[in-house]
């Protein structure tokens, strides 16, 4: 069955559409509004989009797929997005990606038993001068090492 908005979402959905001149030019506000409701965007999710925007549901795929804030499923209470790129992986950031993977026994794209954490290794966040970097959800975090990220999900639990 494919998912409906509540009265709340869809009211903000269209009062966000009602800013541009065209529909579709909404699609990463209606986007990120769709997520809040349903945590994802799975096909489903796709569809309803489209379905609002008057477009196909493939513009909406291209736009899930490339947007790494965007997740085609569930994520956890805590969505942990460690950088790889050049800066962060120059300052240990391969080291720290597995001391993650091995303290949440999950691998990069999984979620904990418990839905508590997310873990997604994802390219440049913007702060290379902080390398090597990760976000929790929508903090950013810096100069990171084992300890300050022991720190930090100590303080996440
Ligand atoms: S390379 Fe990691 S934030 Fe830019």
Redesign the pocket.
């Known amino acids: 069955m494919s998912p409906e908005y509540s009265d709340q979402t869809k009211k903000k959905v269209e009062e966000v559409i009602s800013h541009y001149p065209k529909k579709e030019a909404a699609l990463l506000p209606v986007l990120h509004l769709t997520q809040r409701e349903f945590g994802k965007i799975s096909k489903e999710e796709e569809a309803l989009v489209a379905d609002f925007l008057n477009i196909k549901p493939i513009q909406v795929r291209e736009a899930v797929t490339f947007y790494s804030m965007i997740h085609q499923k569930e994520m956890g209470k805590y969505h942990i997005q460690v ?7 120059l300052m240990g ?1 391969g080291t720290l990606i597995d001391y993650l993977k091995d303290k949440l026994n999950i691998e990069p794209g999984e979620t904990t038993p418990d839905h508590k954490f997310s873990l997604s290794t994802v ?6 001068e ?4 990760m976000m929790v959800n929508f903090d950013y975090y810096g100069h990171l090492d084992k300890k300050k990220i022991d720190q930090i999900l100590d303080d996440l639990e």
């Open positions: 950088c790889r790129n050049l800066s962060c992986t950031a390219e440049c966040l913007g702060a290379c902080q390398a090597p970097c």
